[in-house]
Nanobody
Framework: QVQLVESGGGSVQAGGSLRLSCVAP????????MGWYRQAPGKQREVVAS???????SYADSVRGRFTISLDNAKNTVYLQMNSLKPEDTAVYYC????????WGQGTQVSVSS
C-alpha cells in the first residue's frame, strides 16, 4: 500500500501560522473520511481535524477556531491551515483515513516556541 506523504511543517513562534499538506493514495482518499492527527512526545496519537468527502468537518476542542481542514479532490490532497499556533501544538502531524486504514507516512514536525 502506498504511504501518505505529509509536508509543510516547521518552526514558528506562538501566534504564527503554518499550512500542512498531505497527498493520499486514491484508494484511501476516495473512499474514506480523512483526518489530521498529531503525536507529541510521550503522548498518544490523536485526531485533531477530520473531513468527509462532502466537506463536513469536525475539530478537537483544542484546535477549533484556529485550524481549518480542507480537500483538493483533483489532487488527492488534504490541507490543514493552522493559525494562532500555541506551544502546546508542538507535535509530529500525520494524515490518514479516519479509520486509520491507510499506510502511515513519516509525518511533518511542527514546533511552536513561546
Amino acid at each position: 500500500q502506498v504511504q501518505l506523504v505529509e509536508s509543510g511543517g516547521g518552526s514558528v513562534q506562538a501566534g504564527g501560522s503554518l499550512r500542512l499538506s498531505c497527498v493520499a493514495p486514491a484508494s484511501v482518499f476516495n473512499y474514506h473520511p480523512m483526518g489530521w492527527y498529531r503525536q507529541a512526545p510521550g503522548k498518544q496519537r490523536e485526531v485533531v481535524a477530520s473531513i468527509s468527502s462532502l466537506g463536513r468537518t469536525s475539530y478537537a476542542d483544542s484546535v477549533r477556531g484556529r485550524f481549518t481542514i480542507s480537500l483538493d479532490n483533483a489532487k488527492n490532497t488534504v490541507y490543514l491551515q493552522m493559525n494562532s499556533l500555541k506551544p502546546e501544538d508542538t507535535a509530529v502531524y500525520y494524515c490518514n483515513a479516519l479509520d486509520r486504514s491507510g499506510r502511515w507516512g513519516q509525518g511533518t514536525q511542527v514546533s511552536v516556541s513561546s
